[in-house]
């Protein structure tokens, strides 16, 4: 099956129906960061956390550097 033949209808059915015409269909309403570890294991978890880990491994790294 062509590539094409898979992707038009989804991508008509987002462009014309009355659906999706609200701007905050897709929203969430919360920031999460998604991470995969393994193939079908998905870690969800807040933006704030995200940073924390983010500004402890830039730090355990800078320390390992050093």
């Known amino acids: 099956m062509h ?14 129906s009355d ?14 960061i998604f991470f995969t570890i393994l193939p079908n294991v998905i870690i969800d978890y807040s933006v704030t956390l995200g940073r924390i880990l983010g500004s402890l491994i830039t730090i355990a790294v800078m320390v390992i550097m050093a």
Do not use: H
């Not at 590539?3 to 014309?16: A, D, L, R, T």
């Open 3 to 16: 590539y094409g033949n898979q992707v038009m209808p989804i991508v008509e059915e987002f462009i014309y």
């Open 19 to 32: 659906k999706y015409s609200n701007q905050n269909y897709f929203k969430q309403g919360k920031d999460s």
